[in-house]
């Protein structure tokens, strides 16, 4: 069993801020470009190249945030708060306040948006892998983040809608921006109150230099970064593709925001069992067993036809549960790296490349999987012919699965059949991961 296991009231005090994170991301890359389109007549081409260059630039800023926040550990409550209130303010003026061209605006106010919300995401994580070195705890800490970052992206899915229906149509983002501002107050309360308690403070040593803490990072971590890249990929390509898949495949638009509540509903639900499944056969093999279901699920969407709504909505709760496992396994499997290789001092650096890796995955499914519904002379919101719809599901579907199967092949050979990392997290083994099964106690 776990020596002083950490209490629940702890983990939700530091988890409960990774809620307004995620609310404030979900705006960010799914309702602004439509509302620039629609309320300031903004061209979609353009909307597209600036959020190509947002992307590009967050996704490669990430690691130099990461080392700025090792090095400047001692101020972590300053620069959480003041990240906090840009996101917030930047959010407000995405949505309600255009002071000169919409096209500008929206470049100004997306960039501050999404450093503010990077900064706080990379330090939440790397906080949460200098709270404990205890594997099986590691798993706790990034399910009880994760928990509530899915319950802020379902709020945020939901809320303008509900809005719509209660509050004047101009007076929808206002409310939108209050709630993440009161939301994110409430949060932060209750998460300075974990850190004011924290008991570790190593992490106040001087950190590491950014290109010394890129060396410090493991063979093992690199191979991991590796595989989560693969199967984010994985995961990214539906996403981007889901409102395609659902209104021109499916033929029921309305349901989307259905399906996406299922989906991520599910994720948090599952993710104690994932735990419970990685005390008792380890975080890598947990983590396989998850890529197995995603596999089915894409298998079984890409036989789908138009009306096929039940089937779909099981697919959205079989795959969320495997995007559970796909939230807390990688992040607490590198905090088992970080704490192996006493690397802590760069702890924030090594995180931002797992935030570089999901960024990236995200901006290769966009490269990708649009192009190549193109070529198969796939058009949106339009009448498609089968080949083209066809596409469409081996787009969706297929790819994914493929990646998926990849993904899956690289866990199983570099960390499962060499017995490498076997069993972490399993039945509370000693921190060292490489230990052989008749050395666990």
Partial sequence: MTKNPIKSSALAQYGMLAAPVAFAG???YVLAPDFYAAAHGTSLTFLGLI???????DAFQD????????????????????????????????????????IIWFALCMSLAVTAYSILS???????????DDTNQQTRIAASREIFALLGLVTAVTLPSLLAENVPQENV?????????????????????????????????????????????????KKLLFVYLISMFASSIPAVLVIFFVRDLLGNEKYVGLFLLLYFLSGAIFMPFWKRISISHGKYRAWFYSMILAVI????????ENGDILQYSIICIASGMALGADLIFPPSILADHV???????????????????????????????????????FTPNAQNDESALTGLSTAYALIPCVLKCLAGFMIWKLFIHNKKGENYGKNQINLNPYRSRHNVK
């Avoid at 090095?71 to 306040?97: D, E, V």
């Avoid at 894409?298 to 789908?304: E, M, P, Q, R, S």
């Fill in 51 to 57: 959020l190509l260059a947002i992307r590009l630039f």
């Fill in 26 to 28: 979900f705006p960010l």
């Fill in 297 to 304: 699920s894409f298998v079984w969407a890409f036989n789908l």
């Fill in 339 to 377: 704490h192996s290789a006493k690397s802590e001092n760069n702890t924030s650096t090594h995180y931002a490349l797992l935030t570089l890796a999901a960024k990236s995955s995200l901006a290769l499914a966009s490269v990708t999987a649009l192009p190549f519904l193109e070529s198969v002379g």
């Fill in 122 to 132: 990379i330090n939440l994580y790397s906080l949460g892998v200098l709270w404990t």
């Fill in 173 to 221: 983002y206002i409310w939108f921006s209050l709630a993440l501002a009161s939301i994110t107050l409430i949060a932060l309360f209750f998460f300075f109150k974990w850190y004011s308690n924290m008991p570790n403070k190593s992490y106040l040593k001087k950190a590491d230099s950014f290109f010394v803490a890129i060396k410090t990072l493991s063979y093992d971590s």
């Fill in 63 to 102: 690691p130099l945030i990461g080392s700025f926040s090792d090095k400047y550990r001692r101020h972590t409550p300053s620069i959480m708060i003041s990240s906090a209130i840009i996101l917030c303010i930047s959010i407000y003026g995405l949505f309600n306040q255009v002071y000169f061209s919409p």
